[in-house]
């Protein structure tokens, strides 16, 4: 495997179930995030881990809950979510959080679908 | 509040040249990014200004006025390929990426 992976690619879910969605990067980085991406808007930035540490967790909902065990792998549980969550959800990662010109590189996303 | 404005949709035939353009109000200016995304598809990395001018990279260019907030990203010679969306970032003080909802490009032949 090269880059970034995520599974699963798809994903239906009811109100009550719990999930988790697991992305992997090859590129051996020291930052993961997670976004959602919902139909013409702009890519919303949900969590960030730098070097295994959370530093961002931009006011989203407890019912998603980040994992980052180690720097390649990050986890997104989920658990009592809304029809409104969704979306597609993308992970990333880059070489380093904070300044510098660190493109992120992104993985092909899970599309969620909760009924 | 911070704030990324790209056009929504634009249409350009095969073999011409199109700019997209992006003005952004945000907190602090560490960057600016493009990125294309194809339909279904990841986005992936074009170009980064954080200087001023005109950075060049085969057929995509892009440019950056801080002092207007302002950016475009030129795309020459077109193909059919380059039909996708092209989302423009800043990450701003708190060295955070502030995204704008994207462009969709539709090339005609």
């Known amino acids: 495997e090269t880059g970034v992976t995520q599974t699963p690619r798809h994903l239906v879910m009811g109100m009550t179930n719990k999930k988790s969605l697991k992305c992997e990067q090859h590129?051996?980085?020291?930052?993961m995030y997670w976004y959602k991406q919902s139909a013409k808007k702009p890519l919303e930035l949900m969590f960030v881990y730098n070097f295994k540490e959370q530093t961002e967790n931009n006011s989203v909902p407890s019912r998603f809950s980040p994992e980052c065990p180690n720097s390649s792998h990050l986890f997104l549980h989920l658990h009592t979510l809304q029809p409104e969550d969704s979306a597609l959800y993308l992970c990333?990662?880059?070489?380093?959080?904070?300044?510098?010109?660190?493109?992120?590189?992104f993985g092909p996303g899970t599309r969620l679908t909760v009924t | 509040g911070q704030n990324i404005d790209q056009p929504t949709e634009m249409t350009a035939t095969e073999g011409a040249i199109v700019q997209i353009n992006c003005t952004y109000q945000?907190?602090?200016?560490?960057?600016l990014f493009w990125y294309q995304q194809h339909a279904g598809e990841a986005p992936t990395f074009l170009s980064y200004n954080v200087l001023d001018g005109l950075e060049e990279k085969g057929r995509f260019s892009s440019f950056l006025s801080r002092s207007k907030g302002y950016s475009y990203l030129l795309l020459k010679e077109l193909q059919m390929k380059d039909s996708a969306s092209y989302l423009c970032?800043?990450?701003?003080?708190?060295?955070?990426?502030?995204w704008g909802a994207g462009t969709k490009l539709i090339i005609k032949p």
């Open positions: 590129l051996g980085h020291n930052a």
């Open positions: 990333a990662s880059s070489q380093q959080g904070g300044g510098g010109s660190y493109e992120q590189y």
């Open positions: 970032a800043v990450r701003d003080s708190n060295y955070q990426l502030i």
């Open positions: 945000t907190s602090g200016f560490n960057g």
